[in-house]
DNA sequence: ACTGGACTATTGGCTAGGCCACTGATCCAT
DNA sequence: ATGGATCAGTGGCCTAGCCAATAGTCCAGT
């Protein structure tokens, strides 16, 4: 009798190990007690005995509460919370996939901004030329009648490398994935690719004059064209 | 009168569990060895015992880099990596610097302007009130000769948590360490800890104000002034 | 030839119980 | 008062073991 053979999604069933049930109930009761920071928890022993379980998983739930952040264990003499239980969210939202293109907006605008104007501080014709290129590159790719995805973010990528940053760069790399996403979406309405050239060039000549403000005011600006696509599919769901 | 603040940092030893070194054995291992995403970790039995430690250890190092992102563990199929060992590929490029002062205080100014431009939208009740009991916490630590950089962590942790936004959390979160540094340095200097109080009374009061472009000024200026001391510490070295 | 079930080796999940190391409070001798 | 010893409580880590999931293999039924 397995009538599992559905039309639906498989449904990949999420297994949950159970440190990981243990560390929600923790949080849980946390948050239901209101406790703060420097409260402590009970020692493993009992709180093992009182969620029914050993007291290895009950560890491996207080390292993973501990990688986060929301407790700190010391030897000796207990676990004390930090008061940034705010945790769960986080990976309740990364973990579920949740809608995070206003975050990801929120995110470009702070780096990408700041991005832009260090490039036109810090460029150097070597840099400028990068950008240039990538620019032709999306005004080619548009005539093709194409959607400019990879010339988009090759601008990005050339802008980011003039701002002269590993730090910045490295983080840009760590969301690319990210934004990638909202950038195929922008790129895929109508007439959006020309607009976006047309944004491109503008942080480009600011980057080019070495005009910080304007840079940012431009990058500012792109990011919120952007915002507005994302914004319409938010409300469409 | 405790003669504890005196001379030296009493440099608190941090203490390191056994899952943490494990955990940071693998990532070296995997860098190491080049192992990419959907390679696999060696079995749990024979891994424990190449380490010279037990499962039970190995396995909260393996939750502890499970938790970060680096490998998903498969029952009864094994360990695999993904591809984003990020987090510490952000700190340790940096780390690799010698001169990373400049480039922590660009990120910062980057993200925590924006962050407290977005905290006095968004900010709530408790928010708020949790970024004044920040704020008292720094007065009193000021008042009994401390350098008060916890309460200025927690100034900062209140602030991006008004801000709610999941994603810029987690990223601050990861440049946490790096700014812990800049932010222990610039404290010791005479006088500072009063100068950021003052600063960060005026954050306080543009968020509570909802005013977001004054917020953002006052996290600029913030930032900026602990700018000043790092590079200061730079020309000395 | 193909499908579907059973079997099996491998691997992680979790428990139980125990000993050791650290912390903080208390007490005592100085 | 000060400084050292003691002790109870707590986390750190280990050993040993059984259970559960996975993936591959083989075989019987069609």
Request: net charge negative.
């Amino acid at each position: 009798m397995t009538p599992k053979a559905s039309a639906e999604l498989p449904a990949p069933l999420a297994r949950t190990r159970l440190y990981e049930q243990v560390a929600e109930q923790i949080t849980t009761w946390i948050r239901q007690n209101g406790l703060k920071a420097g409260d402590r928890l009970p020692p493993e022993r009992e709180l093992a005995a009182r969620l029914g379980v050993s007291r290895a998983t009950l560890s491996q739930a207080l390292v993973a509460l501990e990688v986060v952040g929301v407790v700190v264990v010391r030897h000796g003499d207990g676990t004390v919370l930090t008061g940034k239980h705010s945790e769960s969210r986080i990976v309740e939202a990364i973990r579920a996939h949740a809608d995070r293109m206003p975050e990801i907006i929120d995110i470009r605008d702070a780096l990408e901004t700041k991005i832009a104007a260090l490039a036109a501080q810090r460029r150097t014709d070597d840099d400028l030329a990068a950008i240039d290129a990538s620019l032709d590159a999306m005004a080619a790719s548009i005539e093709h009648g194409d959607r400019g995805v990879d010339a988009d973010e090759q601008f990005h990528a050339a802008v980011t490398a003039a701002a002269h940053s590993d730090l910045l760069a490295q983080t840009m790399r760590e969301i690319a994935s990210l934004i990638r996403e909202s950038r195929i979406e922008s790129l895929s309405q109508p007439g959006r690719p020309r607009n976006s050239l047309t944004g491109h060039r503008a942080i480009a000549d600011a980057i080019r004059a070495r005009d910080p403000e304007a840079a940012a005011a431009a990058m500012h600006a792109h990011v919120e064209m952007v915002s507005d696509v994302a914004l319409l599919r938010e409300e469409e769901r």
